[in-house]
T-cell receptor, first 114, second 117 residues
Framework: EAQVTQNPRYLITVTGKKLTVTCSQNMNHEYMSWYRQDPGLGLRQIYYSMNVEVTDKGDVPEGYKVSRKEKRNFPLILESPSPNQTSLYFC?????????????FGQGTRLTVV | AQKITQTQPGMFVQEKEAVTLDCTYDTSDPSYGLFWYKQPSSGEMIFLIYQGSYDQQNATEGRYSLNFQKARKSANLVISASQLGDSAMYFCAMREGSWSGYSTLTFGKGTMLLVSP
């Protein structure tokens, strides 16, 4: 089954404790991205990757890191989480990120930083 | 400036009625794609429908249709014969063309639709 898998689904952590949210897709998609969703703000892109070892900042990259060492995986790293990073996070992938390609989303990760 | 504007924070509709969710967009690119996604209370993002800027016909997918008015830069989602299961948050999104061939999917803030019996 074609899917994007994120883990964990729910995470509560403390300020400053490094964490990684994993994302894996099995569709051989080139383009992957991370979004955060906050009430009243919709989804905002954090980082994206056009292919292995090619990543770039989205609209809200501060406080986040990513890596793309393999085509299927695109982890999101919070080196020192802060309460303002409490949010719902989505990983998405698409075939090439061309204008006519839909994005497939993971199930979401609800992160709470206390 | 916002690229995608959804002016209706919330909408109510009765079961079996049709409802239109508004979306306007801003781009100077002649080549772009417009998407609608549904997010039920369980949280997942479900792709509903796509419209390309050069498509001559309005897109339709089952009970979903897209009222695409290019000159007005609007791409409203029409849901016919609403069902209780249509209650969800709906997001309009756009990908513009780019020199690299890769472009970001930019979202609006969403419209919460509630369908009542």
């Amino acid at each position: 089954e074609a899917q994007v898998t994120q883990n964990p689904r729910y995470l509560i952590t403390v300020t400053g404790k490094k964490l990684t949210v994993t994302c894996s897709q099995n569709m051989n998609h080139e383009y992957m991205s991370w979004y955060r969703q906050d009430p009243g703000l919709g989804l905002r892109q954090i980082y994206y990757s056009m292919n292995v070892e090619v990543t770039d900042k989205g609209d809200v990259p501060e406080g986040y890191k990513v890596s793309r060492k393999e085509k299927r995986n695109f982890p999101l790293i919070l080196e020192s989480p802060s309460p303002n990073q409490t949010s719902l996070y989505f990983c998405a992938s698409s075939l090439r990120g061309r204008k006519n390609t839909e994005a497939f989303f993971g199930q979401g990760t609800r992160l709470t930083v206390v | 400036a916002q690229k995608i504007t959804q002016t209706q924070p919330g909408m109510f509709v009765q079961e079996k009625e049709a409802v239109t969710l508004d979306c306007t967009y801003d781009t100077s690119d002649p080549s772009y794609g417009l998407f609608w996604y549904k997010q039920p209370s369980s949280g997942e993002m479900i792709f509903l429908i796509y419209q390309g800027s050069y498509d001559q016909q309005n897109a339709t997918e089952g009970r979903y249709s897209l009222n695409f008015q290019k000159a007005r830069k609007s791409a409203n989602l029409v849901i016919s014969a609403s069902q209780l299961g249509d209650s969800a948050m709906y997001f309009c999104a756009m990908r513009e063309g780019s020199w690299s061939g890769y472009s970001t999917l930019t979202f609006g803030k969403g419209t919460m639709l509630l369908v009542s019996p």
